[in-house]
């Protein structure tokens, strides 16, 4: 937390807004339009349900097709499964290790030939690095097909200055206790189209008509974000900037730590690319390093009781997804063998630092 949250947590319990709309919620959507340059924003409970509302914004139906990148956390295929369509998994290119506009383009050929002319397409810019988005919006424009953006992990990214959350005809932030600001909940839905974002608040209160009584004509969900949680948000938004800083320092310190070890590589940002480096992630390349795996590294870590993690395992890897149509090679596949998240909390010391730093040293 950065401080001023309590101020605003405060302020809801002292009028009694503690309730799933208020000033806070106000407030906190409009520093999000202020922030990223969307126009409209709609606060919400997660993350998850941003994507759920957005598909349903889109008209995805049972037995519609939806294009989804592989490499992600199931957050953002699952809302694809709730609506009872069909996730079409899309591989990685190794600049952005995000959506392959080249495999994107040869799903959307093959899909509209066969008369499966998709939904929507879900790009998402993993660990904060904004995936190739001039080329994805190219093709989805050439395709007819818009854009369903996932940023949760990417609120302060940036391409040629425009920043993340206002690429797709819909995107979504993620507040959840693990991103680089949170509000321990939560999410938001961004867009340029008001009428969309009017209809997903709809929605998102149970769908209530205008009467006296509780008249409904549409299936509605809960998917509000509270005015106390709001209040966390408007918060943790005053640090964001110093939130963005230190991710960044942690990745230059891990990239000066290890630039000069064989077979170590880090994501370097492309032209015009900024990335909020929500987590510091490297390639291990055991022909390289002389035998050492990112299993190594990650077991050599957890015996000294810090934790590191597998990048993402592919959704077309994963158990509940695999018998969904897949296009692409191997590279998101390659990037799972490899990767590895190294710690990247905001709040680490040169302390926690130094002790990472020296089970790394050892090894190599
Ligand atoms: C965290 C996350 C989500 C889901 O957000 P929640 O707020 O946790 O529901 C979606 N997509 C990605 C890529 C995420 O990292």
């Known amino acids: 937390m950065g401080g001023t949250e ?7 319990f002292d009028t009694n807004w503690v309730a799933p709309l208020g000033p806070n ?10 922030y990223t340059g969307s126009a409209h924003a709609a606060a919400l409970s997660s993350g998850t349900a ?85 080329e994805i919006m190219a093709i989805a424009e050439k395709y007819d097909v818009p854009i369903v953006e996932d940023a949760a992990e990417a609120l302060g990214s940036e391409i040629n200055g425009r920043r993340c959350g206002t690429f797709g005809k819909l995107s979504i932030l993620s ?86 070890v064989q077979g170590i590589r880090f994501l370097p940002e492309p032209q015009g690319f900024f990335s909020n480096r929500w987590l510091t992630t490297i390639l291990v390349d055991p022909n390289k390093t002389g035998g050492t795996t990112r299993e190594d ?27 969904y149509p897949y296009y692409g090679g191997t590279v998101a596949e390659k990037l799972f063998d490899n990767g590895l998240c190294l710690p990247s909390g905001s709040n680490m010391t040169d302390a926690d630092r130094q002790r990472v730093a020296r089970v790394l040293r050892q090894m190599f």
């Not at 919620?25 to 202020?34: I, T």
């Not at 998994?89 to 998709?118: R, V, Y």
């Open 6 to 12: 309590q101020e605003f947590v405060k302020q809801a």
């Open 25 to 34: 919620v106000d407030g906190f959507e409009g520093d999000l339009q202020h």
């Open 50 to 134: 941003g994507i759920h509302l957005a598909l349903i914004m889109l008209d995805v139906q049972p037995g519609d097709y939806v294009i989804c990148q592989s490499l992600t956390f199931s957050a953002t295929a699952n809302p694809i499964a709730y609506l009872g369509a069909i996730p079409v998994f899309i591989d990685s290119e190794p600049q952005t290790w995000n959506m392959s506009p080249t495999a994107l383009e040869t799903a959307l050929k093959k899909l509209t030939a066969k008369g499966q002319k998709p939904k929507a397409i879900l790009p998402v810019h993993l660990y904060g690095m904004p995936a190739m988005m001039p």
């Open 175 to 260: 507040f959840n206790g693990n991103k680089i600001i949170t509000t321990s909940g939560g999410g938001a839905l961004l867009s340029d189209d008001e009428a969309m974002i009017q209809k997903a608040r709809f929605l998102a209160t149970q769908a209530r008509d205008p009467a006296p009584h509780y008249q409904h004509s549409h299936i509605g969900y809960n998917y509000r974000m509270s005015n106390v949680l709001a209040g966390i948000g408007r918060g943790q938004m005053q640090v964001l900037p110093e939130r963005i800083s230190q991710r960044r320092a942690n990745f230059d310190f891990y990239n000066q730590l290890l630039e000069n």
């Open 297 to 323: 590294i990650r077991l050599a870590l957890e015996a000294q009781n810090i934790e590191s993690r597998p990048l993402w395992k592919p959704m077309h890897l994963q158990p509940v997804f695999q018998h």
